[in-house]
Every structure is written in C-alpha cells, then in structure tokens.
C-alpha cells in the first residue's frame, strides 16, 4: 500500500518536473538573436544610412584648422579661457567652448555668425562652414563637427539600464544592448520598444524583433542621439513580480520532496 502510494507520488512529481523542462525549452525559442540568418543571406542587403543628423539643443565641438594659418585659424573658434571652462587643466591655455544649437536650429560661429545646422549630419555640416570660411585662408583648412552629447538609454529588462554616451556617434541596436550588458531571461526579444524625438519634435515608438534577421535591414537598426530602447518584460517576469518569491520556495520544496520520496521508495522496495 506505503510503496504504491510512494510510486504514485513520484510518478506525479516526475510529470511535474517533466513539464517544467518542457515549458523552459519552448520558451528557449524565444531567446536567440536573428534566428533567421540563414534565410537572411538569401535577401539583397540594403545600404542603411546610419549618419545622425543634427537637432535642435545637441552640443557640437566645431574645429576649424589650418597648421600653415593657426592665428587665422583660431579667430573661427569659439575659446573661453581655461579658468572658466569648468574643466580640470594642468595649463593656463585656452580651449575649445562647445557649440549648443538652439531652438531653431542655429549656431553663431565666430566671424561668420548665425549658421543653421538642423538637419544637416555632421558632414554636410562641416562642408558647409568649410564655403563660409574658406576665403579668408591661402589654402583650404579642416572644418570638423562632432557631437559632444551623442547618448543613447537603454531600459527595462537589461542588466545594467542607463544612459551610455557614443564617441563616433555611430551605434546600432545589438551594440546599445551590448553596453547595457544584454537582455536579463526575462526581456521579450521579440517586442524591445524604440522611442525616438525626431527634428521637427514629433515623436515615435517602433517595435523591433531582435529574433528577426531583417532587423539588419531596417531604418531603425542605427541609433540616432537621445534615443531610447525598451526592453519589455515578459509574462513571467510579470508573473513572477506577483507572486514574489513563492515561486522559487515552491519550486525547491517540490525538488526537495522529489527527493525524499525517491529515497524512500528505495528503502521500502
């Protein structure tokens, strides 16, 4: 009677393990990244333009140079003396203030004044102010403009959520995750959410699948400056909030109970 009632039990017990395993392996499919790469290779790949433009309240490190013209040069940049830079310096030498675009998109350059740069990326930028000051130098001299804000955030179901700044201002969605150190088990791949402030100051918020291939593919794949990815939890995260911890206690009290009725089982046969 004790031994078929034992036998019973762990019968019961295995099939409940037994359709444990069986749910994490069904929702191990959702987890690999581009699980159509195969089918992918078979698409014509398509050229994404990944180069931001430029917003209105980006900061901008605008450089004109000439090494043959350096006085010239310098009269086209915008300095504040060290002391009053906020930065820590080891000299009394002046350094390069950065541009703050304003609200209709302008800059005022020195000897040049108002220049619009809304809307432009930073290379049509830099040929830009390169025709505006080029006729005051013998030869022509370097114009470069680069972002100095150039941050993207990634929240929700990451393991590090945050704010994370980009040098080359060139990231794309894999590599966003990458400096929030990936997905936790619990963020849907399948819906990770982009919000994004375009130039004209209308917002959007597009779904991405990060199982998909195409993704490579898509407008969406580059980042633009101040945009956002959301991670979504999935159903057992939501679940798993509720609940609280009685669900690990639950699962160690039914291994634990597995257990002790597999060795009692085999004292008693």
Request: proline share 4%; aromatic share 8%; charged share 20%.
């Amino acid at each position: 009677m004790i031994k078929g009632q034992l036998k019973c039990s762990t019968s019961v017990m295995l099939l409940v393990l037994l359709v444990a395993c069986v749910a994490s392996c069904t929702s191990y499919k959702k987890v690999p990244y581009l699980q159509n790469s195969q089918d992918f290779a078979k698409i014509e790949q398509v050229n994404v333009a990944f180069e931001p433009k430029i917003q209105p309240y980006d900061l901008l490190d605008i450089v004109v140079l000439s090494p043959d013209e350096p006085t010239t040069s310098m009269s086209y940049n915008l300095i504040v003396p060290s002391d009053m830079s906020g930065r820590n310096s080891l000299t009394s030498q002046p350094v390069l203030q950065e541009y703050l675009v304003d609200a209709e998109g302008n800059v005022i350059i020195p000897n040049v004044g108002v220049v619009k740069l809304a809307g432009l990326t930073t290379s049509e930028a830099e040929k830009l102010i390169l025709e505006k000051v080029k006729d005051a130098f013998r030869a022509a001299p370097v114009v470069t403009v680069r972002f100095a804000d150039f941050k993207v955030s990634v929240l929700g179901e990451v393991t590090a959520p945050g704010s994370y700044t980009v040098k080359n201002g060139k990231i794309n969605v894999f590599q966003a995750l990458a400096l929030a150190r990936d997905l936790t088990i619990h963020g849907m791949r399948e819906n990770v959410k982009l919000i994004r402030e375009n130039a004209d100051g209308k917002k959007e918020i597009v779904e991405l699948n990060l199982n998909d291939a195409s993704l490579l593919n898509s407008p969406y794949y580059y980042l633009c400056q101040n945009d956002v990815l959301y991670v979504t939890p999935n159903k057992s995260k939501a679940k798993n909030s509720d609940i609280g911890s009685s669900t690990s206690l639950w699962f160690s009290a039914t291994s634990i109970l597995v257990s002790l009725t597999s060795l009692l089982y085999n004292i008693l046969k």
